[in-house]
């Protein structure tokens, strides 16, 4: 068996009174069990990154913006995968999580990503549909299967864990398919490094 493969779960809201910990954390339980995968949840209220960009391609001036860079960013960069956990506000994703991914560029670099999105109706996918084409530009790949969570709110129990069944299937069919790619393209880095 070869090296687990490290996944990057993270959690984009950071609303008060959000439900992503819990819908993250029910994801984080999927992917902890397999032993092709270790873990490492990127919650993005915890660790908050500056708002203000530097000149294009210059690190930030202030040091304390430096080092909120530090609590993120080498994590990002040593991840093998990601699942992006993310509510859909207003027809698409949270502001914190598009600053969190526009902070990074080579971190993504031909490395899959897959999307477990949260909200009413929509159960999230609109959101998941703007997040295909940013992710696209970084050079990453988007799986195709994702789960959607609709009517979030009466999804999961008071131990955090699914009542419909369905969710826990998708969640497994979507990590599946992100340990396919996150291998292929791990072991394809390894060979050729990956030149955008």
């Known amino acids: 068996m070869s090296t687990p493969l490290r996944l990057a779960v993270i959690q984009g809201s950071t609303r008060e009174g959000r439900l992503g910990p819990v819908v993250a954390n029910w994801l984080r339980g999927h992917a902890a069990v397999r032993p092709d995968m270790t873990v490492d949840l990127i919650d993005l209220a915890e660790t908050p990154l500056p708002t203000v960009f530097p000149q294009l391609g210059q690190p930030p001036a202030d040091e304390a913006d430096r080092a909120l860079l530090r609590a993120v960013s080498p994590r990002i960069g040593a ?10 506000y207003n ?5 914190s999580l598009k600053n969190a991914i ?19 109706f929509s159960a999230g996918l609109r959101a998941v549909e703007h997040l295909r084409g940013v992710f696209a530009e970084l050079h990453a ?7 959607g969570l609709q009517g979030v709110w009466g999804q999961f129990d008071a131990e955090g864990k699914a009542v419909d069944p369905a969710a826990d299937a998708a969640a497994k069919s979507m990590l599946d398919q992100l340990a396919w790619w996150g291998e292929a393209l791990r072991d394809a880095r390894a060979k050729k490094p990956y030149a955008a």
């Open 79 to 88: 991840a093998d995968a990601f699942v992006v956990v993310t509510p859909e």
């Open 91 to 95: 027809h698409s994703y949270p502001a």
């Open 102 to 120: 526009d902070w990074h560029n080579r971190e993504w670099h031909a490395k899959p990503v897959g999307f477990v999105a949260y909200g009413g």
């Open 141 to 147: 790949v988007t799986v195709r299967e994702a789960v």
